[in-house]
T-cell receptor, first 113, second 113 residues
Framework: EAQVTQNPRYLITVTGKKLTVTCSQN?????MSWYRQDPGLGLRQIYY???????DKGDVPEGYKVSRKEKRNFPLILESPSPNQTSLYFC????????????FGSGTRLTVV | AQSVTQPDIHITVSEGASLELRCNYS??????LFWYVQSPGQGLQLLLK??????LVQGIKGFEAEFKRSQSSFNLRKPSVHWSDAAEYFC???????????FGKGTMLLVSP
């Protein structure tokens, strides 16, 4: 089944403790992206990657890191999480080209206390 | 930079009534437009997309949308709403370089008996 898999689904952590949210897709998509969703703000792009070893900042990259060493994986790293990073995070992937939509993962609800 | 406006934060529709959710976009070139639906606790599911051709596009679950370039709009419609349509709906525009999918802030649809 074609899908984007995120782990974990839920995570509670403490301020400053490094964490990684994994994202993997099985559709051989070139493009991958991370979004955060907050009430009243909709979805905002954190980082994206057009292909292996090619990443760039989205609208809200502060406090996050990403890497794209393999085509299928695009982990999101929070080196020193803070409470304002409490949010619902989505990973998405897409083929690159006209008319392609994104396939989204099921989301990771992160709480930083 | 592109942007998307969904003027209605909440809409309540009676079951069986028709539905129209509004979406206005701002983008300099030909836009690639999408509607997504998010049920509570779920990820985002693609309803339909427009990138060229016929301005009236059909999607899943009986939804359709009409692209009107002169009004910079891409409104979502359904002739008869079912209780299971209650969810949050997001309009989005993708840039021609495929690097960014910009979302509106969403419209929450409530369906009354």
């Amino acid at each position: 089944e074609a899908q984007v898999t995120q782990n974990p689904r839920y995570l509670i952590t403490v301020t400053g403790k490094k964490l990684t949210v994994t994202c993997s897709q099985n559709m051989n998509h070139e493009y991958m992206s991370w979004y955060r969703q907050d009430p009243g703000l909709g979805l905002r792009q954190i980082y994206y990657s057009m292909n292996v070893e090619v990443t760039d900042k989205g609208d809200v990259p502060e406090g996050y890191k990403v890497s794209r060493k393999e085509k299928r994986n695009f982990p999101l790293i929070l080196e020193s999480p803070s409470p304002n990073q409490t949010s619902l995070y989505f990973c998405a992937s897409s083929a690159v080209g006209q008319g392609y939509g994104y396939t989204f993962g099921s989301g990771t609800r992160l709480t930083v206390v | 930079a592109q942007s998307v406006t969904q003027p209605d934060i909440h809409i309540t529709v009676s079951e069986g009534a028709s539905l129209e959710l509004r979406c206005n976009y701002s983008y300099g070139a030909t836009p690639y437009l999408f509607w997504y639906v998010q049920s509570p606790g779920q990820g985002l599911q693609l309803l339909l997309k427009y990138f060229s051709g016929d301005t009236l596009v059909q999607g899943i679950k009986g939804f359709e949308a009409e692209f009107k370039r002169s009004q910079s709009s891409f409104n979502l419609r359904k002739p008869s709403v079912h209780w299971s349509d209650a969810a949050e709906y997001f309009c989005a525009v993708r840039n021609s370089g495929y690097s960014t999918l910009t979302f509106g802030k969403g419209t929450m649809l409530l369906v009354s008996p």
